[in-house]
């Protein structure tokens, strides 16, 4: 049984930054595919950026390139989602997620391709 606990949400104007953890218990960050979701109030699920196990593939959405940077602390068993220059836009509830499996590259993008989800943490971006 896989348990993460995301924290780190709040309120921010546009321009300001933003951390996010993502805590783990019953397995170690370090063995595991990670990433984020967000879903914003009437929209779908979208796939923010996830990072393999290894460290060697790091992905992220075209929206959030250069502003998001997904890292772990394996000391920690955290993942951390660094947000800056936020924009209103990025307001929506933000989901970390993770694999008990190596999740191939062309389906990090598919939410159900990952097993276990964290309940969300709120991100609002005020203009």
């Known amino acids: 049984q896989v348990q993460l606990v995301e924290s780190g949400g709040g309120l921010v104007q546009a321009g300001g930054s933003l951390r996010l953890s993502c805590a783990a218990s019953?397995?170690?960050?370090?063995?595991?595919?990670t990433g984020w979701f967000r879903q914003a109030p009437g929209k779908e699920r979208e796939f923010v950026g996830a990072r393999a196990w290894s460290g060697n593939i790091i992905d992220y959405t075209d929206s959030v390139k250069g502003r998001f940077t997904i890292s772990r602390d394996s000391a920690k068993n955290t993942v951390y989602l660094q947000m800056n220059s936020l924009k209103p836009e990025d307001t929506a509830v933000y989901y970390c997620?993770?694999?008990?499996?190596?999740?191939?590259?062309?389906?990090?993008?598919?939410?159900?391709?990952?097993?276990?989800w964290g309940q969300g943490t709120q991100v609002t971006v005020s203009s």
């Open positions: 019953g397995r170690t960050f370090s063995s595991s595919d």
């Open positions: 997620v993770a694999a008990p499996f190596s999740v191939p590259y062309t389906s990090w993008k598919t939410a159900t391709s990952w097993a276990y």
